[in-house]
DNA sequence: GATAGGGGTTCCAGTAAGTGGAGGGTCAAG
DNA sequence: CTTGACCCTCCACTTACTGGAACCCCTATC
């Protein structure tokens, strides 16, 4: 299969799967005229990345989470654990997304947003806050 | 005022703070041994930008942000605009990332986390989804 | 006067995870 | 035989810094 192919099939860009051989995350074969063959294996690996990456695994947990997938001895509790620590991580970044939200809502809320040159807004970000 | 100072002052680091000069943010003068000499109205500038950061404006709103703030005859509703698309944009990526959190969550929950192979987790990952 | 420390300076390289483009080879159809 | 859709490699760029090397400046101490 050639990667445009495998590039629909898996929902992944062109460059996104060639860069993912370039760090070593699949290894397609090469035909004799240089185009890159996948196989089915590199196929469901290249699924098994746009997923991880959609909820948002960095690529060294990918990797070792394919490492996982790929080890028929694994212990489901490794995986558990890079998945809570992720999970971790992604509710921290929405506890800090949150707080930046709801100091920006009620400052907009202030703002009377019209010609005028007062701002609320610009009042609060030039206050030093120790 | 020496960088040391100001990066005290202002909470940002040193670092940082060279870097701001770089990308044009603020512009100290120099005293005669080369050091950056800051003066009150950089101060200011580097602790609105540091604020602004930590409310997750980028740079170039934060050039943005800067000029209106140093404009006094900006209209408010300017001001207003940024901080309303930025509050979208924190908004959209608060969703993407609970969205996430679901999905994960519930992964996890269904994962014996134990010495055994099976492993919801990876099965979901390993699945085509269309 | 030499030296040690704690400032400061510049410039280069690297981070995460791709994306865009240049320049060029390959293949099937008309 | 040419056209258009593929494919290839390599390089540069993105964001917002951060780390390090190599070097200068200032003050205090031996």
């Known amino acids: 299969m050639n990667i445009g192919n495998v590039s629909n099939l898996s929902g992944l860009p062109v460059k996104t799967i060639r860069y993912y051989e370039d760090i070593g995350l699949v290894s397609p074969l090469r035909d004799s005229n240089g185009y890159r063959a996948f196989r089915e294996k590199e196929l469901h690996k290249l699924a098994f990345l746009g997923r991880a990456r959609s909820l948002g695994f960095t690529i060294e947990d990918c990797r ?67």
Chains 1, 2 share one sequence.
């Open 64 to 130: 070792a989470l394919l490492a996982l997938y790929d080890d028929e001895t694994r212990a489901s509790a490794d995986v558990k654990s890079i998945a809570n620590e992720h999970l971790e991580q992604i509710e921290t970044k929405i506890s800090g997304l949150e707080a930046m939200r709801d100091t920006l809502s009620h400052l907009i809320h202030e703002c009377a947003g019209d010609h005028r040159p007062d701002c609320p807004i610009l009042k609060d970000l030039g206050a030093f806050k120790n």
